[in-house]
């Protein structure tokens, strides 16, 4: 597809329970980002990948958080022993990576409910 | 760290009027500036941005915003509502030279028919 698709598009889990989340960015994008939208608070910086160089993990709000971007590819965004107050639409987003000033191509984002 | 002020969190316009957001930001050195929009059961996606050069910066379906370093502020404006601006519009910033985009907190707008 040309967008940046996430799967699921919603997710119901049980407290406790391990979620992981996928994104595919534009092909040939080389930063892909993910951020984390709840009700009322704007979107929170989670992680950032650009090409080979170590991730910015610095929005990663546990230790519970991890993510990886495979072949500088696909993404997936893990979430261990998950709480209620994870639940939130979790975007990704990709750019070319050429720019500081250049736009984000958003996913649709992945509803994830934990109950 | 980059600070970004959204000054409401819902906004009702009749259809036919003027489209205000306010946008705020906290930096001593001016930041790239984005407005996104997400439509309802859609991806956020860029209505404009502010670089450098002409401040008052002209975006899709007839969204400016101008950028004003004495304010430190980035408001969203649109003439004359349509049904279909019903949305929620984030302001963003990005310091020069990273790449970490800073989101406000959103406002939605309704119009009303």
């Known amino acids: 597809g040309a967008g940046v698709s996430q799967s699921p598009s919603n997710k119901v889990t049980e407290k406790g329970k391990d979620v992981e989340l996928r994104c595919d960015p534009i092909?040939?994008?080389?930063?892909l980002y993910w951020y984390r939208q709840s009700l009322g608070q704007g979107l929170e910086f989670l992680i950032y990948?650009?090409?080979?160089?170590?991730?910015?993990k610095s929005g990663l709000p546990s230790d519970r958080f991890s993510a990886e971007r495979t072949g500088g590819s696909v993404s997936t965004l893990t979430i261990q022993r998950t709480q209620q107050e994870d639940s939130a639409v979790y975007l990704c987003?990709?750019?070319?990576?050429?720019?500081?000033?250049?736009?984000?191509?958003f996913g649709s984002g992945t509803q994830l409910s934990v109950l | 760290a980059q600070s970004v002020t959204q000054l409401g969190s819902h906004v009702s316009v009749s259809e036919g009027a003027l489209v205000l957001l306010r946008c705020n930001y906290s930096?001593?050195?001016?930041?790239?500036l984005f407005w996104y929009v997400q439509y309802p059961n859609q991806g956020l996606q860029l209505l404009l941005k502010?670089?450098?050069?002409?401040?008052l910066v002209k975006g899709i379906n007839g969204f400016e915003a101008e950028f004003k370093k004495s304010e430190t502020s980035f408001h969203l404006t649109k003439p004359s509502a349509h049904m279909s601006d019903a949305a929620e519009y984030f302001c963003?910033?990005?310091?020069?030279?990273?790449?970490?985009?800073?989101f406000g907190a959103g406002t939605t707008v309704t119009v009303r028919a």
């Open positions: 092909s040939g994008h080389t930063a």
């Open positions: 987003a990709s750019s070319p990576g050429d720019s500081d000033n250049e736009k984000l191509f």
């Open positions: 963003a910033v990005r310091p020069l030279g990273d790449y970490k985009l800073s």
């Open positions: 502010y670089t450098t050069g002409a401040t």
């Open positions: 930096s001593s050195v001016p930041p790239y």
């Open positions: 990948f650009q090409g080979n160089s170590a991730p910015d």
